[in-house]
């Protein structure tokens, strides 16, 4: 059965007389609201990247020089250009690229960079200055000034990062639809959703966390009605990461009402005998994608869904004594999409020539400009309060 026609013989075709009553006032997306309902999936690879053995600098004598173990050979690459080639391992985004669905952005990073996986990881996820501390994210700001439920931006996880934290809203974490909503019918859990009073809603320290029981127990009962519409037949990978972006496409292809949706893939903290942990990393991560993009495409929903790759920083250009890499500044990151404008290499290779006192490449590309990108031109909101100042705008999307 097509996906449209499947659709409109189920709970939105029906009417809101099938809906729960807990669900009454919640916004289920039509077929026809699907088309042009743009999502964006975050995918972030922790601990640290190396994004030069990722999208690799073939032909450049440095790389290869400073790199005398660990380097890639031009037999285990797969070519963009003459100076440039994916690692071997990214096979299924090396194919979206050739059909010009990926744009490489290098050079992402920002000034005075941290090195501490936490501290950096926190900068990337609040979308802070090196020396400022914010207790937001980008996505909880984005929840705040334009949705009004947290299940507008999902984690596909078991906690929720500091990116998906806002003042008034929270994202929801969601690892398994059907064990939140089962926790949330508990006895226990549902006397306190039914006694608690709106006065109690109102004190301050305790009216915060009653305010997120009860929001998560009603998005745990709208993610779980809504995500039971579609359940995907296509093949994917037997691992945790495949797991969760097929749950990321069953929620989308199911209308759920969610904008952004956050994803990790961790392991990348790649000091000792690198290749063979990166290689491995990289294949699982290549292969869910692309089965999560087929998804997207058998279903028609990949045009309107972009995909966004990061990691918190880059790796030392230079090896260490161990066939490794330490801790680095800038990095590339992957955006994927249908609807992207600009497609292919964005910008200037990293400039291997001129590093930093450290040894590592310079950022010409201020992360936080990817955000109001991404905001700005496919999200259609005001990047400048969310990001509280403005940035420029790349036209990848």
């Known amino acids: ?59 450049n004598d440095i790389y290869h020089g400073l790199r005398p173990s660990i380097a890639k050979k031009q037999a285990q690459t797969l070519k963009i250009t003459n100076d440039l080639a994916f690692n071997d391992n990214l096979k299924a985004i090396k194919e979206l690229y050739d059909l010009g669905e990926v744009s490489i952005i290098n050079n992402v990073g920002y000034p005075n960079p941290n090195r501490s996986h936490f501290r950096s990881m926190d900068i990337w996820q609040t979308a802070s200055d090196t020396n400022e501390y914010l207790s937001t994210g980008w996505v909880g700001r984005y929840l705040d000034a334009n949705c009004q439920h947290p299940y507008q931006a999902i984690e596909v996880d078991n906690s929720l990062s500091l990116a998906m934290k806002g003042t008034a809203i929270n994202g929801i974490a969601v690892s398994d639809p059907n ?145 490794g890499t330490d801790h680095g500044a800038a990095n590339n990151v992957i955006a994927i999409g249908g609807s992207l404008k600009k497609a292919g290499v964005y910008n200037e290779l990293p400039n291997l020539s001129d590093l930093d006192n450290n040894g590592d490449i310079k950022y010409t590309v201020d992360f936080r400009s990817v955000y109001a990108s991404i905001l700005n031109n496919w999200l259609e909101v005001n990047d400048q309060t969310i990001l509280n100042k403005g940035f420029e705008r790349l036209a990848f999307v």
């Not at 997306?29 to 990247?49: A, D, F, K, M, T």
């Not at 519409?229 to 296509?234: S, V």
């Open 179 to 323: 064990q939140l909503h089962k926790t949330t019918r508990e006895p226990f859990f549902k006397n306190l959703v039914a006694n608690t009073k709106k006065e109690m809603l109102d004190e301050d320290n305790q009216g915060y966390l009653y305010k997120t029981m009860l929001e998560t127990y009603s998005s745990a009962s709208y993610i779980y009605e809504t995500s039971k519409i579609y359940k995907t037949n296509t093949e994917y990978p037997q691992n945790l990461f495949a797991k969760h972006l097929k749950t990321i496409a069953d929620f989308i292809v199911s209308g759920l009402n969610t904008r952004i949706y956050y994803s990790s893939l961790g392991g990348f903290d790649s000091h000792v005998n690198q290749l063979n942990s990166q290689d491995r990393l990289l294949k699982v991560y290549s292969e869910s994608v692309g089965a999560l993009v087929k998804d997207l495409k058998k279903n028609d929903r990949f045009k309107d869904t972009l995909i966004l790759t990061f990691s918190e920083f880059g790796r030392r250009v230079k090896q260490n004594g161990s066939r």
């Open 1 to 59: 059965m097509e996906r449209r026609d499947f659709l409109k013989q189920s709970v939105f075709a029906s009417g809101m007389a099938l809906i729960p009553s807990f669900l009454k006032g919640m916004e289920f997306l039509s077929p026809e609201q699907l088309s042009g309902y743009r999502n964006v999936i975050i995918i972030q690879l922790s601990g640290g990247n190396d994004g030069l053995n990722s999208i690799i600098p073939i032909s």
